[in-house]
């Protein structure tokens, strides 16, 4: 059964909606005295109040901690495929780049939650899957590449 958290029951941290390069698809990038909170080349859930995706957390060129996407599964945050839902969750807060949101720290190292400035979010929390099941899942995964 997923708990319900609000945001304001759970530490924050203060990231930054950029330009991923030269386009114009934003990433999320977390300040350096943050990055230990977070799993470098790993896949977290997020939850954006009204849905929850997966997001791989990588380790740019200049060192800090950024999430380039949303996505619907793991495979997909792992891959970058498929639909990225984080320009949607930008425009539909009507967020520019160089903007402050916030990622709360909601089950470290598993789930975190992303909100914009002044925003009040109430997180379904996912129960974390069984570390067994994961194993295998992992396993699969590998033996079909």
């Known amino acids: 059964?997923?708990?319900s958290v609000p945001s304001d029951a759970v530490n924050s941290v203060r990231a930054t909606l950029v330009r991923a390069g030269r386009?114009?698809?934003?990433?999320?990038?977390?300040?350096?005295?943050?990055?230990?909170?977070?799993?470098?080349?790993d896949v977290v859930r997020v939850g954006t109040g009204d849905s929850t995706y997966?997001?791989?957390?990588?380790?740019?060129?200049?060192?800090?901690?950024?999430?380039?996407g949303l996505y619907d599964n793991a495979r997909l945050a792992k891959e970058g495929e498929g639909e990225n839902y984080l320009p949607a969750w930008a425009d539909d807060n009507g967020l520019d780049f160089e903007r402050t949101v916030?990622?709360?720290?909601?089950?470290?190292?598993?789930?975190y939650g992303l909100r914009?400035?002044?925003?009040?979010?109430?997180?379904?929390?996912?129960?974390?899957?069984?570390d067994g099941l994961s194993d295998i899942a992992e396993g699969i995964e590998e033996g079909s590449q």
């Not at 698809?25 to 799993?39: A, H, M, S, Y």
């Open 1 to 3: 059964m997923a708990d």
């Open 23 to 41: 386009t114009d698809r934003p990433k999320v990038t977390v300040p350096d005295e943050e990055t230990d909170r977070f799993p470098e080349f």
């Open 54 to 68: 997966f997001a791989r957390v990588d380790l740019a060129i200049d060192d800090t901690m950024e999430i380039r």
């Open 102 to 111: 916030h990622l709360d720290i909601v089950d470290e190292g598993f789930f």
């Open 116 to 130: 914009a400035p002044g925003e009040r979010v109430v997180y379904r929390v996912p129960d974390r899957p069984d």
